[in-house]
């Protein structure tokens, strides 16, 4: 019998740790001398406050939806692919090539190559250490880190040798073409005499975030692959023993894994730059860390915790415009989300399942 | 290139090698152990900023030192709770440190002395000077041996002989001690430390300090001897090239040592030449920077040997009731 109720699981054990990152977060900002109930609600009505708030968060959390959701696939097959960072940098790059090579009609068969590409070229970047661990069993934490800095390497000499026009000192490509820019949501919802979401960068990749979601439960809920996928994660001789093939499982897993984190290219990339910079990425392959740990690797709980980590992303550039908190806090809260529900798991889950064993004792 | 400009080339090795080595050997403690460790870089950001900022302030490096380890230590008491008292994920761990050390950084860099999340220019008694060896100036003029013994043995900081003693000393203590033995058998089989009525926490938990004092040097010698101050994220990658040169070696002293002059080498490299020009074929200087990484793939994937790490690594340990 389970030591405690599937909701507790679920529900209680994330927001006592999310409680405990907030509270030494407010602690963080008290010991900088500034107050944590105005920086809150500073961040509140930057970005809630707004449409143009809106647009930034949701921007954000599209990022960081791809990335959560590639993270989370993985770890349900006990993979841990720390690796989101340069398959979403390598991402860009295939998206920055398809968008720049091919002149696109229009910008839904635009959406459809970059699509591809980004997920092709984020896919062959975690192939290469699924396939040494599944192979070899060389650890894929620590070859995925390899190619996040490989990956780094890559764009940079792809940016400035190679993609930079001519003259510009800029490492960085052209501008893409007119035909290849997607529809941010001022162009979607704006109407006549009422202009919503100026200037801000959410786009149309946002239904495709909710839909990768949508599609991420359906394989691992519904499917046999997704069943395979648990099953290997739970237990790797079990599934041995079931007749599932540990090459096999590694490598989907780390394949689609790695393909989602690629997607998140046409979103930044795509969507909001409209063309490739060195830094595309912005860290968003680690978020998506803590994004796929706060959600429990459930894609429900990916699409929120990454409207979360959205939210604290655009309020916390709204503390650095407006007080004396650097963006960094961002950072540390972050790492504390991190380490509360991820690597602190137990702290909270040991003493609540006391209790509810003392709970259950009680009633019978 | 001619004769000085390999010294300097291998001067500048030694230099960039020495954070590499100390982080490395970090490493080595903690991962024999059992316990890995992927935030060596959190731990050497934190104590190159604490270093860097009470030397700042004190004007003593010698006590900047010592806030480096302590800052080091804190972040490695952190790791150890989480990854030996609670058994959580010593991975998911590891991350959250050096993030925790990149944010928290800059936001007390900017509290303390709000230029831009970088500490004052360390200058005088705040820094670790140079130290000549006897006899250095005198023998400057003897070909070959001569400027090999003046620019590139001697004119170091004292932190740069200390990372050369302790790889000696690692080996010492790893092979030829029992806590030593004791270490080893941790990281492969922390059952049978138990069954023989050893501490596993402990064992572990003082792996895992010795960690970060080694660490907190590391990143000391980058804030206070190899440059003068602290700068945002200024160790630039160094905690995974320690943790590259760490699977390199196989978890070995000497070879750890070995490894991390290799990367220093690479570095010090690219660091003199933009892109390098072999006879028609250039070599961006993008290639040097990746090149440790590649070469760590390359071995991870057992093309040279095999890089099998101690066996009980990662796992937390559940004792037996």
Not at chain 1, 134 to 160: D, E, Q, R
């Amino acid at each position: 019998m389970d030591k405690m109720p599937g909701w507790a699981d679920a529900v209680l054990v994330p927001l006592i740790s999310l409680v405990l990152a907030a509270i030494l977060s407010a602690l963080v900002i008290l010991g900088i001398g500034e107050d944590p109930i105005a920086a809150v609600k500073l961040m509140v009505s930057g970005a809630l406050g707004s449409t143009y708030g809106w647009g930034y968060t949701l921007y954000y959390a599209t990022n960081f939806m791809f990335t959560g959701l590639g993270f989370a696939v993985a770890f349900r097959a006990a993979m841990f692919n720390i690796g989101g960072e340069g398959q979403a940098m390598l991402g860009g790059l295939g998206v920055a090539i398809v968008c720049l090579v091919i002149p696109w009609p229009h910008w839904t068969l635009a959406l459809l190559g970059a699509m591809a590409a980004g997920m092709l070229f984020g896919a062959l970047w975690a192939a290469i250490p699924a396939y040494l661990q599944a192979k070899h069993g060389s650890h894929i934490v620590i070859t995925t880190i390899m190619f996040n800095l490989i990956g780094a390497a890559v764009l940079n000499y792809m940016l400035v040798n190679v993609m930079r026009p001519k003259g510009s000192m800029d490492p960085a490509t052209r501008r893409f073409d007119e035909t290849t820019n997607l529809p941010t949501f001022q162009d979607m919802f704006s109407t006549a005499d009422a202009v919503v979401f100026r200037g801000a960068p959410a786009n149309v990749t946002f239904f495709i975030a909710i839909l990768a979601c949508v599609l991420v439960w359906l394989l691992i809920w519904r499917t046999r692959l997704g069943y395979e996928i648990r099953a290997f994660g739970h237990s790797e001789t079990g599934a041995l023993y079931a007749g599932i093939s540990p090459f096999k499982i590694i490598m989907i897993a780390m394949l689609i894994s790695g393909g989602l984190s690629g997607l998140m290219a046409i979103n930044n990339v795509m969507g909001e730059a409209e063309r490739l910079v060195l830094n595309a990425t912005e860290g968003a392959g680690f978020i998506g860390i803590a994004v796929a740990l706060m959600g429990r690797n459930h894609p429900f709980g990916v699409f929120v915790a990454a409207i979360l980590f959205g939210f604290l992303y655009q309020g916390g550039a709204e503390l650095a415009l407006w007080t004396n908190i650097p963006r960094e806090l961002i950072v540390v809260i972050q790492a504390l989300v991190i380490l509360f529900t991820g690597a602190l798991d137990n702290m909270v889950r040991m003493p609540l399942e006391r209790i509810f064993l003392r709970l259950r004792k009680g009633a019978s | 290139m001619d004769f000085l400009t390999l010294i300097q080339i291998l001067d500048s090795t030694v230099r960039l090698a020495t954070p590499l080595l100390l982080a490395c050997l970090a490493g080595l403690y903690s991962e024999r152990a059992g316990i890995f460790d992927i935030g060596l870089e959190g731990k050497m950001l934190a104590a190159a900023f604490f270093s860097a900022a009470i030397a700042a302030l004190t004007g003593n490096v010698w006590l900047g030192l010592l806030a480096g380890i302590v800052a080091s230590m804190v972040l490695s008491g952190l790791h150890g709770l989480a990854s030996i008292t609670f058994r959580g994920n010593q991975l998911i761990s590891g991350v959250a440190i050096n993030f925790l050390a990149s944010g928290m950084t800059v936001l007390i860099a900017q509290d303390w002395f709000r230029q831009g999340g970088r500490t004052p220019s360390l200058s005088g008694g705040a820094r670790f000077s140079p130290i000549t060896l006897p006899f250095a100036e005198a023998v400057e003029d003897v070909p070959v041996l001569g400027p090999i013994y003046s620019e590139l043995i001697s004119g170091h900081s004292i932190l740069v002989y200390l990372a050369a003693a302790s790889v000696p000393l690692t080996w010492w203590v790893l092979y030829r001690t029992r806590f030593g033995l004791r270490l080893r058998a941790v990281g492969e089989a922390p059952e049978a430390v138990d069954t023989a009525g050893v501490s596993v926490v402990g064992l572990r938990f003082a792996a895992v300090a010795i960690c970060g004092v080694l660490c907190g040097i590391a990143g000391a010698y980058l804030s206070t001897a190899l440059q003068a101050g602290f700068v945002k994220e200024m160790t630039a990658g160094r905690g995974f090239i320690a943790l590259a040169a760490l699977i390199f070696a196989k978890w070995r002293p000497w070879h750890a040592m070995w490894a991390c002059l290799l990367f220093g080498f690479l570095q010090a490299v690219a660091l003199r030449y933009q892109n390098i020009d072999l006879g028609g074929l250039v070599i961006p200087v993008q290639v040097m920077d990746a090149l440790p990484y590649i070469l760590t793939v390359v071995i991870l994937a057992g093309f040279v040997g095999k890089a099998i790490p101690p066996r009980a690594g990662g796992e937390p340990y559940i004792k037996e009731r």
